[in-house]
């Protein structure tokens, strides 16, 4: 358990409201942290979620030698587990690190997953693209469970393929942005194996072989939502309904890519915000989720 550090009241306030601040500010397909949540807890995601989003702006926007920028933001990190951070979004993450005792591999893990960001652009195999949301996906999941006092491999493993499930999601959903930044996160075997290049990529051709290999990706991350389902009977409280919204969510934006035939380079699919309310509001609903 980490040591307490003395940090002004003030100052750790003006930390979580600058947390907030950024947690409500970005685009995402739903909230990142639900008003449902008890404070303390929503706080404390506040703070990883501006942490996560700093860690991804770094590897997708900064200007510069991001790897550079990567390293010093893992030294601010550092500091959170022995130090004192300066950066706001680090002192409030210090805090909550602290006050749920989590360790620091899956900060390090995201760092990590950005890095390889800065050295590869595509892979070979859909293992190859597993292990990597292993660094870009899965570590978010765990935090959370942190902070909700969940520990176990079991849940954690259970987390591992929602989250997957998720970043492929988020992946099918954004190939032509992802094309336009020069990465390709499809698998080249599995391009190769539809018969789609990567000029079908640039040209934004929605052939009739993209979308089939579309609906064979789409198909194979809706086994990884079913396979974390059992996560969300496993916690107890307003958690449930957080995981209950980020898994419809997923699935219905495999569903926009469904509905518009798997053509997702002439238009990115997307989730109206009547559709969004429905689905917060079966997120409440005590029902099970279809397997």
């Known amino acids: 358990m980490l040591a307490r550090k003395t940090v002004p009241a003030t100052t750790l ?5 600058h947390c907030r601040r950024i947690a409500l500010g970005h685009y995402e397909n739903f909230p990142v942290v639900s008003w449902l949540l008890p404070r303390e807890r929503r706080s404390a995601m506040y703070a990883v979620y501006a942490y996560c989003r700093g860690v991804d702006d770094l590897g997708d926007e900064a200007a510069g030698d ?62 190859e693209l597993l292990d990597y949301c292993s660094y870009s996906a899965s570590p978010v999941g765990r935090m959370v469970l942190y902070v909700f006092g969940y520990r176990d491999d079991e849940r954690a493993a259970l987390s591992d393929a929602t989250c997957t499930a998720l970043q492929l999601t988020n992946f099918w959903q954004d190939v032509a942005r992802d094309f336009a930044m020069g990465r390709v996160y499809i698998p080249l075997d599995d391009m190769a194996d539809f018969g789609v290049n990567e000029s079908d990529l640039g040209a934004r051709r929605g052939t009739r072989a993209f979308r089939e290999l579309m609906r064979f990706e789409v198909q194979r991350t809706r086994e990884y939502f079913r396979r974390g389902l059992p996560l969300i009977d496993s916690v107890r409280g307003r958690l449930q309904v957080d995981l209950r919204l980020f898994t419809l969510g997923g699935m219905e934006i495999l569903n926009a890519i469904e509905r518009q035939r798997y053509d997702v380079l002439s238009h990115r699919p997307t989730v109206s915000n009547a559709r969004k309310l429905w689905l917060c509001v079966r997120a409440l609903a005590p029902a099970r989720l279809a397997s």
């Open 66 to 127: 991001r790897l550079a920028l990567l390293d010093e933001w893992e030294q601010e990190l550092g500091r959170c587990f022995d130090g004192a951070p300066s950066d706001l979004r680090f002192v409030a993450l210090a805090d909550t690190i602290r006050r749920f005792d989590i360790p620091p591999e899956p900060f390090l893990r995201l760092i990590e997953a950005n890095r390889r960001d800065q050295r590869q652009s595509r892979h070979q195999t859909f293992s």
């Open 13 to 17: 306030a003006e930390a979580y409201a």
